[in-house]
């Protein structure tokens, strides 16, 4: 979009948020189960 100078409504819509948001909130449920996992092995 910023690149391509293309700003035409709907092109900063839901799918640009979850492509920002969705890898974020897959890193958060990674650590937590990463420190589950840890805290039951000790």
Known sequence: MVV???F???N???I???DLLL???????LALQWRY???RVN
């Open 4 to 6: 391509a100078h293309n």
């Open 16 to 18: 640009f948020w979850t």
């Open 23 to 29: 890898p974020v909130f897959g890193f958060v449920l």
């Open 8 to 10: 035409a409504p709907g």
């Open 37 to 39: 996992e840890r805290r």
């Open 12 to 14: 900063a819509g839901i």
